[in-house]
């Protein structure tokens, strides 16, 4: 029998303080009865006797946002590997302190890979929906969450657990998108929010060149080569990519739906034109013999100005 077990206020500040000390920006919880998305499968498919959440945001770090390039990952990845760290070391923490099961949930992948989620990704639970129903932020017109300080440049992470706890009240009185300038939906090259819905086979198809999708575009393409062309396709930049994004490394090269987000933490002059690097926009032919990693010249100090 799973032992009934209670946070209190006293017991959620100690966690916050934890999971803070472990990496953490921001800590807010949410009881199993307060979570509402209908297109989510039932939370107790992945912890039996899950009673509540812990949701845990990651700012991401300002300077990646001004790269377009590969490079950008790097930043993207360490927030992954910090929740990854996270994760085990405050749910052990849960489990010891106050004898609670945990379960913690990706952030991105794995995921289950169904007949109703392999061409839509269906998370073991919503993330988003989490992290707005438990005071976080609220749903910004590019459908991701806009917290108050960082806007959309905000990673989320979610423990299940099978201690109860009162949840943590809705932001009220927050409406960034009502005065907000920026184009977020206007700007998305791929036209893939609408009606404040995101058709995810536009938004990967042009936001990740070497997603999975692209990576069967290319099998099937192989599939009907001869041997020669294989052996030169084979030693492309483009098949080079998709290695690299199978390893660990996906690319997003777009992230026009979140940079601009204003009235937050950010530079002010990140709400306004933010330089792109011409290699940004040159995925869709990566063998190009104009995607240079030289494309704004090579270093030389002497290019430098007081």
């Not at 979610?158 to 809705?170: E, F, H």
């Amino acid at each position: 029998m799973i032992p009934s077990i209670r946070w209190n206020a006293q017991d959620k500040d100690q966690i916050r303080r934890a999971a803070i000390e472990l990496g953490a920006d921001q800590v807010s919880f949410l009881a199993l009865k307060d979570y509402v998305s209908p297109a989510s499968p039932d939370p107790r498919r992945y912890l039996p006797g899950v009673e509540s959440f812990v949701i845990i945001a990651f700012r991401e770090l300002r300077g990646a946002y001004m790269n377009q390039t590969i490079m950008r990952m790097e930043s993207l990845g360490a927030v992954d590997t910090v929740w990854e760290q996270l994760e085990i070391r405050l749910g052990k923490y849960l489990e010891n302190t106050f004898d609670a099961d945990v379960m913690p949930i990706p952030q991105h992948r794995p995921f289950e890979v169904t007949v109703e989620s392999w061409r839509r990704i269906i998370g073991p639970v919503s993330i988003r929906h989490l992290a707005v129903q438990s005071g976080m932020g609220v749903f910004g017109r590019n459908t991701l969450v806009v917290h108050p300080k960082w806007g959309s440049m905000v990673r989320y992470g979610v423990l299940l657990t099978t201690a109860k706890v009162d949840s943590d009240q809705p932001l009220e009185n927050f409406n960034p998108c009502k005065d907000c300038s920026y184009p977020c939906v206007e700007n998305c090259p791929a036209k893939a929010i609408e009606k404040g819905i995101v058709k995810q086979n536009r938004c990967t198809r042009y936001s990740q060149p070497y997603d999975v999708g692209n990576f069967m575009r290319a099998v099937v393409k192989m599939a009907d080569m001869g041997p020669k062309e294989i052996k030169e396709f084979v030693q492309t930049p483009h098949f080079f990519n998709l290695y690299m994004a199978s390893m660990r490394y996906m690319f997003y090269r777009c992230i026009e739906c979140t940079r601009g987000c204003p009235g937050t933490e950010l530079r002010p002059e990140y709400s306004g034109k933010i330089p792109i690097p011409v290699n940004a926009t040159t995925l869709e032919k990566p063998a190009d013999p104009g995607f240079s990693i030289f494309d704004q010249g090579h270093w030389d100090p002497r290019n430098l100005r007081d």
